[in-house]
């Protein structure tokens, strides 16, 4: 970012101090550091964890958005990239994943399987969606979704971190502990959401 | 134009060496013997040991509700030719039960646990019959004829709702519990108790062991993955350790089991291309091939001139960037982080043009159709390929081979570590590269030819240390030898119609059953499919090479170290997509 564009609120700045001096915001300084540093978890599902590859691959080259270093453990990775269907038995240690990331965390649902199930939705081992447990900050359409889809969705990401405000964080909050843990499913006759235990116990003594 | 060929069954009459308890599969457009359940073991000895059918590929089951199930075994010579089917039928009474062939081959354990999962058919005698894809306390065996899925609609698609109604309701509004989810009447959830995975680890053989001076100690137990870096997906290994020494290894399966098999006997013939697809999803062309094999042969259609030629460019093609990325990511597995594999990528990309243009799709190419393609090849695209095939990747192949296959630490970390040796590879049903590296010189494409394989001049690529390094040599051999294939199919490929058939949205497929198999990049991919003379498949099964490869990755495993595992599981270049299915 140039020092014209960094000056945000428009104070004048004497002639000889223009190109040593920027006067800005601390939302706008502390976002610009963080859209540009965002570190996705090595975490590959499926079909699209290879387009994922590709575009870290020297056609495409994601290292541009400052997005290259793909952490495999949660515990560095601001970013989740579900990449690929999303199937009841490797659910829960998807939600374990998430919960691991440290704040503030993003899930990116990339493709038609992680965002709403695609071609599989009808299967009986395959979540709809991974937005029935995880918040999802974009969605990806594509099956799979080209690296250049990746990239753009991975840009609106960067555009929604711009917007975020400090004051108003969820993470900063000192009350909340944990604002987005997610209880983590249990693998039962079928697949059980803690959240919604009494639903299934309601519904599971109605069928006929 | 090449016809199918005949339903490739061996000329074995093994109905009179046993007679009374083997008949011959009457059914119209049936193969093979159906053996009575008792004497299963005894004929089976025979087809090995007297017929020479050594490698068991394929095991499978099929419900044929409401009386009967079947167990259905595909059975080849590794010295080529034509395969026998042979079936087992038990009463569909629960349990329902048929002798394990575990002890004469070995390799049939996950197919056998796979069976047990999704159709309940027991192998008594098999050690640890456990499930496979989905996990210990799920209700019931999904590909069960009246086992229903929580999004289940109807039997077979187009949905009347939406043919010719053309109404659509939410998945989740049919369903009483909002999701695809069903349960059991009167279940409590909180009163659940999870079954955990007691049996896994109880299947690990002992984890305290009593030493020589009497004191006994734990051994470490490691869980690799789903999420690990070099697991190439989500893939889950358990082991036990004494000291960096693997004593022993369990893998753990289904964490992308995508239901292919039950979405593929409700959709129509045609819809389940673009579901192949997404098998091994390096490698659409290849699996289409397979499938459109499979379904060719039970229509009895022949395939367009020109549709054959296409179909071994895209295929070879396709070996060639697999191969590729396979090599990067070995070297990935090594330590080499990413520099190679941007090499391979590199390659890889400008396949995928090729197949965009073609098909319209990097990925997912849904480019066959039963007859021929969908699409022909324009002459810019085939001159890009010539390019390819001429000018790029030969030189690519050798700066790979020259930077990469006498490297100090390559050679250290990979000549003379085991992979496995022929006998047992044979016994483990391990088809592929894998294979070919232990020095068994067995491809379908020469084996068992279909297609046009059989016009083209090109050697079956083969190694014979079954080392490390022999798998990945014998991946740049093959790579060589696909650029052979190209350059001859390049040459003669006429011009002509695409597709033998009128395209059609419905395509009539007659009853009877078929096996197609094919020699993907990663082994041999086999499609049984069962027609009963509706517009749906009754059976769709997939042998996925990869799956089935890993069968011997625990024999393999023990005894190495752990530090070698990672290499040792790369070199099956496994793809949990078609692994889990």
Redesign the interface.
């Known amino acids: 970012m140039d020092s014209e564009t960094f000056n945000l609120p428009q104070y004048e700045i004497p002639e000889d101090l223009r190109h040593a001096v920027a006067v800005t915001t601390l939302d706008r300084l502390y976002n610009w550091g963080r859209r540009s540093s965002v570190w996705p978890l090595?975490?590959?599902?499926?079909?699209c964890?290879?387009?994922m590859?590709?575009a870290q691959?020297?056609?495409y080259d994601m290292a541009r958005f400052g997005m290259e270093v793909m952490r495999?453990t949660p515990r560095q990775a601001d970013l989740l990239i579900v990449s690929?269907?999303v199937?009841k038995?490797?659910l829960p240690?998807i939600v374990r994943?998430y919960n691991q990331m440290p704040e503030p965390k993003y899930v990116v649902a990339m493709g038609a399987c992680a965002s709403g199930?695609g071609?599989?939705?009808?299967?009986?081992?395959?979540?709809?969606g991974i937005d029935?447990f995880l918040p999802v900050d974009v969605y990806i359409p594509g099956?799979?979704p080209?690296p250049q889809a990746l990239i753009a969705g991975l840009i609106k990401l960067q555009e929604k971190i711009d917007r975020q405000i400090i004051k108003e964080a969820s993470w900063y909050k000192r009350k909340v502990k944990d604002p987005n843990y997610v209880p983590v499913p249990?693998?039962?006759?079928?697949?059980?959401d803690?959240r919604r235990?009494a639903?299934?116990?309601a519904?599971?003594?109605?069928?006929e | 134009m090449t016809t199918p060929a005949p339903a490739s069954t061996a000329t074995v009459d093994l109905a009179t060496r046993f007679p009374g308890v083997v008949q011959l599969d009457a059914r119209p457009d049936y193969t093979g013997f159906i053996v009575e359940k008792d004497s299963l073991l005894e004929v089976a000895a025979a087809i090995r040991d007297e017929f020479g059918f050594d490698l068991l590929s394929s095991v499978t089951g099929v419900d044929y509700a409401p009386d009967k199930m079947e167990v259905v075994y595909h059975a080849y010579r590794t010295s080529g030719g034509p395969g026998l089917a042979f079936k087992v039928q038990v009463p569909r009474i629960d349990p329902v039960e048929v002798p394990s062939l575990i002890h004469l081959w070995p390799g049939v354990d996950l197919q056998e646990r796979e069976v047990w999962d999704l159709l309940g058919i027991k192998f008594s005698g098999h050690p640890d019959l456990r499930r496979i894809l989905m996990w210990e306390g799920f209700e019931g065996h999904p590909l069960r004829k009246d086992w229903k899925e929580g999004f289940y609609e109807e039997d077979v698609k187009p949905f009347k709702s939406r043919w010719p109604q053309g109404k659509f309701a939410m998945a989740e509004d049919l369903n009483p519990f909002g999701d695809n989810l069903t349960f059991p009447k009167n279940f409590e959830p909180e009163k659940w108790i999870p079954e955990g995975e007691a049996l896994l680890y109880g299947a690990l053989a002992r984890y305290t062991v009593e030493n020589e001076d009497g004191i006994s100690s734990d051994r470490i137990v490691i869980n690799m993955g789903p999420h690990h870096p070099s697991t190439h997906g989500v893939f889950r290994a358990v082991m036990t350790l004494e000291g960096e020494t693997i004593k022993g290894l369990k893998p753990v399966l289904g964490y992308l089991h995508r239901n292919h098999e039950k979405i593929g006997e409700r959709n129509t013939f045609l819809q389940n291309m673009p579901y192949t697809d997404r098998l091994d999803y390096f490698n659409s062309m290849t699996n289409n091939f397979g499938y459109a094999l499979a379904v060719e042969k039970l229509m009895k259609i022949p395939v367009a001139e020109r549709a054959d030629y296409i179909r071994v460019i895209v295929s070879e093609l396709s070996r060639i960037q697999n191969h590729f990325v396979f090599i990067g990511t070995l070297l990935n597995d090594l330590g080499a982080m990413y520099t190679p594999s941007l090499y391979a990528y590199e390659e890889r990309e400008l396949v995928l043009d090729i197949f965009e243009a073609i098909s319209g799709s990097r990925m997912m190419c849904n480019y066959y159709r039963f007859g021929g393609v969908v699409r022909d090849i324009p002459d810019d695209v085939m001159q890009k390929i010539k390019d390819l095939v001429y000018e790029r990747i030969p030189p690519k192949t050798d700066e790979l081979d020259r930077m990469l296959s006498e490297n100090e630490v390559l050679l250290a970390r990979m000549r003379g570590i085991r992979m496995i040796n022929a006998e047992d590879a044979v016994a483990y049903s391990i088809t592929g590269p894998v294979l070919r590296a232990a020095g068994v010189p067995y491809d379908v494409r020469r084996a068992d030819p279909y297609g046009i394989y059989d016009r083209f001049d090109f050697d079956v690529a083969v190694r014979y240390n079954g080392d490390l390094m022999d798998n990945y040599l014998i991946r740049i051999d093959e790579i060589r030898q696909s650029l052979r294939i190209l350059d001859q199919a390049i040459r003669q490929i006429p011009q002509g119609p695409i597709n033998s058939q009128k395209p059609a949205y419905q395509v009539r497929v007659p009853a009877g059953e078929a096996y197609g198999r094919i020699e993907s990049p990663k082994g041999e991919l086999g499609f049984y499919v069962l027609s009963n003379g509706k517009p749906n498949p009754w059976r769709y099964h997939v042998r996925a090479p990869s799956f089935v490869n890993v069968t011997a990755l625990e024999k393999i495993s023990v005894g190495t170290k752990i530090a070698d595992f990672v290499v040792l599981l790369a070199m099956f270049d496994m793809v949990m997509g078609e692994c889990d299915r």
């Open positions: 090595m975490f590959g599902l499926a079909c964890a290879i387009e590859i590709a691959t020297a056609r495999p690929g269907t199937t038995k490797m240690p994943l199930g071609p599989f939705k009808e299967g009986y081992n395959v979540v709809a029935k099956c799979p080209t249990i693998l039962g006759p079928d697949l059980i803690p235990a639903d299934i116990k519904a599971a003594a109605q069928e």
